[in-house]
């Protein structure tokens, strides 16, 4: 995935991102990068990978030595950035969240056009934000550059775009990723995650509409390009990835989080499926709310039968290969025995996507003497990878738990019954349930229905997408 931040101001903003950028840490795990402008200074670059250390510790050496009042961070999943570049709509630096799918026969209609070469990566590949920026130098502004950019790209592609005079920011066409404008005495800033500048002063200015394009001074914001309301942002920004203090589109993601677990305990009554449990649990971190909605509404105590260990190892996904990230998840569960040994549990998590690292956590639960484990996902079975966002590290849908389970007892023609397969009021859906069940080795299991996450969400389904769960 990814996340960036950037700042204007009459005083130098250096530290603010600094730290604006740091507070988007749990998006992304590759590389950070932050880009200053001053007129004296001109164009100041640092880029350090995160893969082993958090970006604070990799950047507060450098924000001693950069000034600028203008000034863009980026956490980064796939390429460095923000990266320079110089055109005929002059030198600035550029990045990007998001994913470009049709990036190869972009690049090769670049190579066999107007442009001559591109600066490699070590892999070969182009720098994202290098073929964002020449596509938008096709233009003869950036306003109609970033217009053209995001008609060519297939995917989502929301950018900043830091100047010699100003920071020009664009929310990706359908607002499947959010921005927002803060505003202070001094000057302005723009976040993906909206808590990212509270704490530095900044009060919410605005969201960007989808498509939007504005650009930002210290006296201003100015819209270069308006936006519109066909949106259709990522649902699973609330369900699992956002951060707890963020605001997207008006909803808080803490509160949709325990809404959600509410809406699931109030089905799970209604249908007769509420089990004799001891103790209603979360699988911290983003499954914690889920639960105590689900506690509340349920009326099941709430506990906490195991702590992660963070400090060391604060994200399961960090290391690059599968085999390390399980052993990583293992080691971070410190069992609490007494809530554990004898005990009938409910947990629920986030989502549930291999089921891997499900797998190991209740293979530990079982070790430590749990009686029961059942487990309720916050969302409905996820069938589809994503292709409109980089946070998905699966390179085939069969490693899909539900999808694979559908493969192997229908073949290819089990695409056709997803929506029944979702349905846990369907043969299909019991059948799913019952099989994931066998396999992670659970007691019960339910998925949280779509129209239920979106009630939970309480936004017009159709500004949502659920491209994960039904394709579409």
């Excluded at 992304?28 to 990978?49: C, L």
């Excluded at 950047?59 to 980026?74: V, Y």
């Excluded at 819209?223 to 963020?246: A, Q, R």
Aim: aromatic share 10%; with cysteine.
């Amino acid at each position: 995935m990814g996340g960036f931040f950037g700042a204007v101001s009459h005083n130098d903003c250096i530290s603010d991102v600094f730290f604006g950028t740091d507070y988007h840490s749990h998006l992304g795990t590759r590389r950070g990068g932050m880009t200053a402008y001053d007129p004296e200074k001109g164009f100041q670059r640092s880029i350090h990978s995160i893969e082993n250390s958090p970006f604070r510790t990799k950047f507060e050496a450098d924000i001693s030595s950069m000034r600028g009042k203008l000034c863009i961070g980026s956490i980064s999943d796939t390429d460095p950035q923000p990266i320079l570049l110089r055109s005929k709509l002059g030198i600035y630096a550029v990045c990007n969240i998001g994913i470009i799918n049709n990036a190869e026969k972009l690049r090769e209609e670049m190579l066999d056009g107007s442009c001559t070469s591109f600066e490699a990566m070590s892999s070969g590949k182009v720098n994202s934000s290098a073929l964002i920026g020449a596509l938008i130098s096709c233009k003869d502004s950036f306003e109609e550059g970033i217009r053209y950019a995001q008609e060519r790209v297939e995917g989502t592609m929301s950018l900043l775009i830091l100047t010699t005079d100003g920071i020009i920011a664009a929310r990706d066409k359908l607002g499947r990723l959010p921005i927002v404008i803060g505003k202070r005495s001094d000057g302005f800033c723009c976040s993906f995650e909206s808590f990212a500048f509270q704490k530095l002063g900044y009060e919410t200015y605005r969201e960007l509409l989808p498509g939007e394009i504005v650009k930002l001074s210290a006296d201003g914001c100015q819209v270069l390009s308006e936006g519109h309301t066909d949106m259709k942002i990522c649902t699973f920004l609330w369900t699992y990835y956002g951060y707890p203090n963020s605001i997207y589109e008006g909803v808080t993601v803490e509160t949709m989080r325990t809404r959600n677990g509410e809406i699931m305990a109030e089905t799970d009554i209604k249908n007769g499926k509420l089990p004799d449990v001891d103790y209603i649990c979360g699988v911290p971190d983003s499954g914690v709310p889920h639960a105590i909605g689900y506690s509340n509404r349920s009326g099941i105590p709430f506990a906490r039968p195991f702590i992660k260990y963070t400090p060391t190892w604060p994200r399961s996904f960090m290391p690059q290969s599968q085999a390390m990230r399980n052993r990583v998840a293992k080691m971070k569960l410190i069992p609490v025995h007494e809530l554990i040994e004898g005990k009938k549990l409910l947990f629920v998590d986030d989502s549930i996507v291999r089921g891997t690292q499900m797998r190991e956590t209740v293979d530990f639960l079982y070790a430590n003497g749990a009686k029961e484990v059942h487990m309720r996902s916050a969302c409905p079975p996820i069938m589809y990878g994503c292709k409109y966002l980089n946070f998905s590290r699966s390179t085939s849908e069969l490693d899909l738990i539900a999808r694979k389970i559908v493969d192997e007892l229908e073949g290819a023609k089990g695409v056709e019954f997803i929506e029944e397969y979702s349905d846990t009021n369907t043969q299909r859906g019991k059948r799913l349930r019952d099989e994931i069940c066998k396999r992670l080795r659970l007691t019960s299991l339910e998925f949280q229905s779509l129209e239920g996450t979106v009630k939970a969400v309480g936004l017009d389904g159709c500004k949502l997408c659920s491209y994960c769960w039904n394709g579409k």
